[in-house]
């Protein structure tokens, strides 16, 4: 599954678009993790507790949203972007979207650019 950022894959084409595709995901770090995260907060710096959370919680969000694009047909996902909030005082809630799919291998030469 070719992933990215961009509305378009370098050196594809978009041969069909299956529509909007997420993955969704809500976690808490939980009472002991909050304990300590807000101990380091006196002291200030990064808070490793958080950062780990979170970047678990955007991978699986990730792979989530793999998985539906997969479902839906499509071997890409374009324009992928992550959103969060935070619901409660306690919970994180990460989205990852983009549009899913279809891409062949460009078989067209590359041609240069001009500029009149």
């Known amino acids: 599954m070719i992933i990215v950022s961009t509305p378009y894959v370098p050196g594809y084409k978009i041969t069909k678009t299956m529509g909007f595709t997420w993955g969704l995901i809500v976690r808490s ?22 950062s780990e ?6 991978q699986q969000a ?21 959103d969060s909030s935070e619901l409660g005082q306690s919970m994180t809630e990460v989205l990852a979207c983009g549009t899913a799919v279809f891409v062949e291998k460009e078989t067209a030469p590359a041609s ?5």
């Open 29 to 50: 770090r939980g009472l002991g993790g909050n304990f300590i995260a807000s101990l380091r907060t006196i002291f200030g710096g990064e808070i490793h507790e958080y």
């Open 53 to 58: 959370l979170l970047n678990q919680s955007r």
């Open 112 to 116: 240069p650019v001009r500029l009149s």
């Open 62 to 82: 990730l792979d989530r949203m793999k998985e539906h694009a997969k479902a839906m047909g499509a071997n890409a996902v374009i324009s992928v972007d992550f």
